[in-house]
């Protein structure tokens, strides 16, 4: 056991350097070959941000070979109100050089997905078909999710990104990531979490029941596949981190290999899914120097308390104040698409009127 001087705490120190070391533009070309074929765009305009940054869901213009027009913003819901800005002409973007190199990641990997330097979309995925989830095949769909979801807000503010670090940089810049589209099953995705270059858990990362993950023998098959994973080809090599950092796994069909989804820091804004960093602080203090197999954690029931079979991921994100107006109390897929048609006519409209 560690004496008390060294006794580490539940999270290590993060300053701005070891976080920007997970920003995807940092850990993917010394990890590409073990991850999904990725496009980096960067940096990004300041256009592009005040884009993102601006209210309502609208496409730029251009974005489907056709001008469009902001739809479902503020001023949308205020009920007849007319504020100081009304008379304002609202500002409309365009990013025809950022809307040709999406389309060609299109065409070089048949479809995308997008990300920001830390965050994905995941929470918007409901606005593209169920089928097809986060499925891009052009700058409009790109826009679309990025614009919808709440979670790659927190990648627009520096001072959201640096939020706990002990030191801010000079500079940061924002990037958009294009990650090659295929059909994932979710149910072999895992998180794992390292510390002082130690792997002490690995936990099922959707919360939802597989009767599969109750074999013994599954187990301890993924157990072993995510050690020599991890030994073989990740170990030693995040020296920026310290030794502490998240990572997220894809299991192969036959549960033997697998391949980097992504890195997060070791940080309270992570995650732990099935453990608590307290749960992975105590692993840490009773291994002392020796290498015992980390500790899987799964969905053992539907009974278990994480498991959500019945409540959709980030049910939270799907129900916007325009869904109110907008699907008369229909379903989720009926606002998803009300909103996809209000943004083609939009488009058309304003096409109409140039």
Not at 20 to 38: A, E, G, H, N
Not at 66 to 78: F, K, N, Q, R, W
């Amino acid at each position: 056991m560690p004496s008390a001087v060294n006794t580490p705490g539940v999270f290590p120190p993060l300053t701005h350097e070891s976080l920007l070391s997970f920003q995807f533009s940092s850990w993917y070309p010394r990890f590409s070959s073990l991850s999904i074929k990725s496009t980096i765009i960067r940096p990004l305009s300041q256009d592009f941000l005040e884009y993102l940054d601006a209210d309502g869901v609208f496409m730029p213009e251009g974005a489907e070979d056709g001008p469009a027009g902001s739809t479902l913003s503020d001023e949308e819901d205020s009920g007849g109100y007319e504020s100081d800005e009304e008379d304002e002409e609202e500002r409309k973007f365009a990013f025809p050089e950022l809307d040709e190199k999406i389309r060609d990641a299109v065409s070089k990997y048949g479809a995308v997905f997008p990300k920001l330097n830390f965050s994905s979309p995941r929470d918007a995925t409901w606005m593209l078909p169920a089928s097809s989830p986060l499925k891009c095949m052009s700058p409009a769909d790109v826009y679309l999710l990025l614009k919808s979801s709440d979670f790659v807000q927190h990648d627009l503010s520096p001072d959201h990104v640096f939020d706990g670090c002990e030191s801010r940089p000079p500079s940061y810049d924002l990037e958009l990531v294009l990650r090659k589209w295929y059909p994932v099953d979710r149910s072999r995705e895992l998180r794992c979490f390292v510390r002082q270059e130690k792997l002490l858990g690995i936990s099922q990362r959707d919360p939802n029941y597989y009767d599969f993950w109750n074999e013994s023998g599954t187990q301890s098959k993924v157990l072993d596949a995510v050690k020599t994973f991890w030994e073989d080809n990740i170990k030693g090599k995040w020296l920026e981190a310290g030794g502490d950092y998240v990572f997220d796994f894809l299991l192969t069909r036959d549960l033997s290999r697998g391949h980097i989804i992504d890195f997060n820091p070791y940080a309270p804004r992570t995650d732990p899914l099935l453990f608590t960093f307290d749960d992975l602080l105590t692993l840490l203090l009773v291994r002392g120097d020796d290498s015992p197999q980390p500790e899987l954690r799964v969905v053992d029931s539907p009974s278990h308390p994480a498991a959500t079979r019945n409540a959709p991921a980030h049910q939270h994100n799907m129900v916007p104040l325009e869904a109110f107006t907008m699907s008369s109390g229909g379903s989720i897929q009926d606002f998803a698409g009300a909103l996809q048609e209000e943004i083609r006519k939009s488009m058309q409209h304003n096409s109409d009127e140039d």
